[in-house]
Structures are given as C-alpha cells and as structure tokens.
C-alpha cells in the first residue's frame, strides 16, 4: 500500500521571529512545515493536490491577507486557512470568517489554540478531498449507465416500486427488474439503500439530473 503524502501546514507572515516560533511549534507536534514572508512566495509553492491548511497573517506587505482570502476563493482554492493578527479588530475577523476563513487567533494567542485550529483545519480539507473522491468515483460508475437505466434509478431513488416504475415508463415489471439489477450491478450498490446514498450524493452535486 502506498502511503499517503504527510499533510504541509503553510505559514504566511512576515514577522520573521514569530513566523519561525509558529513553525517550530508545529513541527515540535510532528506536522510538516513551509514558511513565507509574503503571499507572492507561497503561491509559487501551493500545491492544490495536497492536504493543507494555511496560518494566515492578517497584514502583510503587498497583498494583504484578506485581500488573498478573496483570490483564493475566488480562483477556486478552498485551503483551509487560519487568521492570526496583532491588529485585529470585530469587523476585520467577521471579514474573514465570512469570507470562509476557519478561525481568527489574535496575537499573542495561545499555542494550544493554534495547533487546535490546525488539527480541526487539516482534518477539514483531508474529509473535503475524501468526499470529492467519492463522488468522482460515484459520478464515473453513473456514466456507464444507459439513459434508461439513469431515469430506473431516479425513479428507484425516489422511492418508487418496480410496479410504480413500470407504470411510468410503459415497461413490464420483468424489464424493470432487468434494468434496475444492472442499475445495482454498475453502480457497485450493496443494497437498495447503497443506491439511494450515492444518488442523494450525485443530487447534491447537481452532477446526474438531465
């Protein structure tokens, strides 16, 4: 079995001393970590293939860390990411948890908060990349349906009985038998309710409605 990749904590700050104490606190924990002064330094890094989460400084030269909030959000990179700030203020940290930042720790915060925010930002994005592969996986069986047997299953995750089914699409309940056995059978569905949870999955995606 191959290994998965150690997860990289990113730190943004440039306060050299205090970017150093972060890493060292982190590392002292066991997690892998790179350091930046700037934003400009870590993009020419990030690595959106690997679990991640960002320690943020709220004020940095250049590009501030809000004003990165919103590249990332904007560029469809949902980095789990952490705010620390010496300057902070209410509306600053409503800013940034709007903006889908995970936890905003004022300076000098404790360590304990920190590596706790870490630990519950890393799990977040690992159960993120868990789920997006699931459904990958879900959406890639879904496509060796035929049309008819997509339009069983919607009708089989409905709810609907084979009678019902039959009914509603002019076809004996021996043919929807058929289909709906080859339905299970393609989608690598244990049991009827197997079935059910991978087309509430691929419903909540918006990936399968015609």
Known sequence: MVKAPTPTVFVVDD?????????????????????????????????????????????????????????????????????????????????????????????????????????????????RREAEQQISEILERYTTLTAREREIMALVAKGQMNKQIAAATNLSEVTVKIHRGQVMRKMSAGSLPDLVRMADRLDRANAWRQ
């Not at 606190?25 to 350091?35: P, Q, T």
């Not at 705010?83 to 000098?108: N, T, Y």
């Open 15 to 127: 306060d050299a001393g205090l970017r150093e104490a972060i890493r060292a606190l982190l590392v002292s924990v066991g997690h892998n970590v790179e350091a930046f002064p700037s934003v400009e330094e870590f993009t020419t890094r990030r690595d959106k293939r690997e679990v991640s989460c960002l320690v943020l400084d709220v004020r940095l030269p250049g590009i501030s860390g809000l004003e990165f909030q919103k590249l990332l959000s904007s560029s469809g990179d949902p980095i789990p990411t952490i705010f620390i700030s010496g300057h902070g203020d209410i509306p600053m940290a409503v800013q940034a948890m709007k903006g889908g930042g995970l936890e905003f720790l004022m300076k000098p915060f404790r360590d304990q908060d920190l590596l706790d925010a870490v630990q519950s930002a890393l799990r977040r994005d690992s159960e």
